[in-house]
């Protein structure tokens, strides 16, 4: 059964940092690509970073590249999101999931992390 658990949300102002975890069972995780989204209220979800299964190659959505780093520890069966210069614009919840060239998320999802950008 897939499990994906996301923490590290939270409140901060702009400018500022938060890095975003996920630890992910029930799949070889090592194995496939993984990705961040995100989604607003009233909003489809957005890809928001990929990276393929070794870590060597990463993608942004262009309104993150610059600011997002995403990293993957695979021993530890975890995802990272490093997420820098802030912008309220940022505020979602994020969700991670397997993905990226051209492998699809898992139907199933966690419960996500919530980030606020607010003064």
């Known amino acids: 059964q897939v499990q994906l658990v996301e923490s590290g949300g939270g409140l901060v102002q702009p400018g500022g940092s938060l890095r975003l975890s996920c630890v992910a069972s029930?799949?070889?995780?090592?194995?496939?690509?993984a990705s961040w989204f995100r989604r607003t209220p009233g909003k489809e979800r957005e890809w928001v970073a990929s990276?393929?299964?070794?870590?060597?190659?990463?993608r942004y959505a262009d309104s993150v590249d610059d600011r997002f780093t995403i990293s993957r520890d695979n021993a530890k069966n975890t995802l990272y999101l490093q997420m820098n210069s802030l912008k309220s614009d940022d505020t979602a919840m994020y969700y991670c999931?397997?993905?990226?060239?051209?492998?699809?998320?898992?139907?199933?999802w966690g419960q996500g992390t919530q980030v606020t950008v607010s003064s």
């Open positions: 999931n397997r993905g990226g060239w051209g492998v699809q998320p898992f139907a199933s």
């Open positions: 990276i393929l299964y070794s870590g060597r190659l990463t």
């Open positions: 029930g799949f070889p995780f090592r194995e496939e690509p």
